[in-house]
């Protein structure tokens, strides 16, 4: 079997706080492998946003190593909740940017976020500044920022947690779609069980205090997927499955 894209060993990170350190991540050991879309579930403040945070190289994990498969060369992107576009910037120039910073051309780099625009759905809005974007619309333009990077490994933390439900499905399945494309490595923060059971080909049980994988579930359906899965007796047993194995995390972790 190919090697993991990238293998964490032993992680840990705690913030200095007035009372001692608060320990928020302990012993993470997690591999991921190419093209796998990972979603991680687990309670709020339990460090999941900090190890998206380590993974994308803006935060150093105080011990613990990421071993990569191409050395240090890992092409990463990160999308957040809150969208985080440049508010002076229209759609299209916000989609060019990262290839802008790289030093891309400038028409060339339009002209790929031209492409971008079209593929996440916004054509006609590439001239709208953020200020007048729904929030899907929003997503759409910080999804397409992230993705033509190429990263190797896309880092998505609560992307549709601010969206309405009917959206956010809307979004989870073009997420979907694109993903099926691009075939990226996906690691996904999410607290629905039924986005996580639908685009996931594994899922991560985190736990709380210090934060932590300790349980993991495989989902098996072929692709490409679509919104029928939704409705299906499998799809119907996965999901429960899922929710006893947070529960029993969580009550787990509750008495311990
Ligand atoms: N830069 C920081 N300094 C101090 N504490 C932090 C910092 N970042 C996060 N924390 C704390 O770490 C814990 C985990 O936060 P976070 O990773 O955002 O959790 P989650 O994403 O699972 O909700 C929280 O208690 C949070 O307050
Ligand atoms: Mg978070």
Redesign the pocket.
């Known amino acids: 079997m190919e090697a993991p894209l990238l293998t964490i060993r032993d992680l840990s990170m705690r ?1 200095p ?1 007035d009372d001692g350190d ?1 320990e ?1 991540l302990d012993g993470i050991n997690l591999e991921l492998h190419a093209h796998e879309f990972a979603c991680l579930i ?1 309670p ?7 190890l998206l945070r380590i993974l994308a190289n803006v935060l150093e994990p105080t011990s613990g190593t990421i071993e990569m498969q191409n050395e240090d060369s890992l092409k990463r992107a990160i999308v957040f909740q809150n969208y985080n576009l440049l508010p002076w910037y229209t759609v299209i120039q916000n989609i060019a940017l990262p290839l802008q910073i790289q030093g891309a051309d400038k028409t060339a780099a339009l002209n790929e976020a031209g492409a971008w625009v079209e593929k996440v759905g916004l054509g006609g809005f590439e001239n709208e500044w953020p200020k007048n974007l729904s929030g899907g619309m929003a997503q759409r333009v910080a999804i397409a920022r992230a993705l033509i990077q190429k990263p190797e490994l896309l880092l998505l933390d609560e992307p549709f947690g601010a969206l309405d439900a009917l959206t956010r499905e809307q979004m989870s399945l073009e997420l979907m779609a694109t993903w099926e494309e691009v075939h990226t490595t996906v690691l996904m ?1 999410t607290h629905s069980i039924s986005e996580a059971v639908l685009l996931a080909d594994r899922i991560l049980i985190f736990q709380d205090r210090p ?1 932590k994988v300790v349980e993991q579930l495989d989902i098996p359906f072929e692709r490409p997927r679509t919104g029928q899965l939704r409705d299906t007796l499998e799809f119907t047993q996965t999901t429960r499955r899922l929710r006893e194995m947070i529960e029993k995390v969580k009550n787990g972790s509750a008495s311990a």
């Open positions: 913030f706080a608060l928020v687990g709020s403040g339990s460090g999941k946003s900090t923060v934060g």
